[in-house]
């Protein structure tokens, strides 16, 4: 068994700051009965801060509700387990609560099926304002037939058999803005989706390397693969850094 970690990049604010949050899953195990998925808050403060793990059901639409649990072993970590048949499968959510405003934010985990005819390039891609993203989809099989692209569950853009370049489908996002952030899909046409995947673009109000409510502040030089929050000019770490610019490894 090996724990792999999805998603971590969180942009959650506490008095203009960033929460540590992380969430991480046992993806390659033999049986849906073996998958975890663990939210941790890394924060050291000793505010209440409340965690719960939960499954969306509106883009991806399952027609039973989840019967896995979410068990709390300690007081800033959530475990969800105990998963059933397809339970394991879709979009996750860690939602952090507090009593202080705001008083609720998400960080999103995605675990596509094992079984999908395609597979992302990456599960979450971030750009900035005005810039053109490429989401990419690695084809499993050589069928000859049409990609559905869908965003937030309702369809996008269709990619046809013959645009494929080196078995992949494209999507171009152009001049990038906040409203195209959200989750992309990707599947043959007249596949379920379960055969299909998906994948998060974020995109940040700001274009490259500027910050604040008009953009008009530097960034600072984030390294490791660290991210600068759009609203706060704060370095977003990637698992296993920290500092203010994700220097410490």
Sequence with gaps: MRI???FVLCFIHFSDAVIDLTMISTVEVSHASHFTITCINGERSLAHCGLDIKRDN??????KRPNFKVHKPKN????AREFRDLDHIGIFYCEATQESNPPHETLTMINNCDGAKLIPTHLTLTANKGETVHLSMELLSSEKRDVTWKYNGNYYYMTHWNEMINRTAVLAVENAAFANQGIYSA???????LKGAWMRLIVRDCPSRKWGPYCDKDCPECVNGGVCHDVNGDCICPP??????????
Excluded: A, H, N, Q
Excluded at 58 to 63: A, H, S, T, V
Excluded at 76 to 79: G, P, T
Excluded at 187 to 193: E, K, L, N, T
């Design 187 to 193: 599947s043959y046409v007249g596949d379920s989706p």
């Design 4 to 6: 792999l970690w999805l």
């Design 58 to 63: 509106k883009i991806l639409i399952f027609p």
């Design 240 to 249: 296993g850094f920290m500092g203010t610019r994700c220097e410490t490894g």
């Design 76 to 79: 800033k970590e959530v475990i």
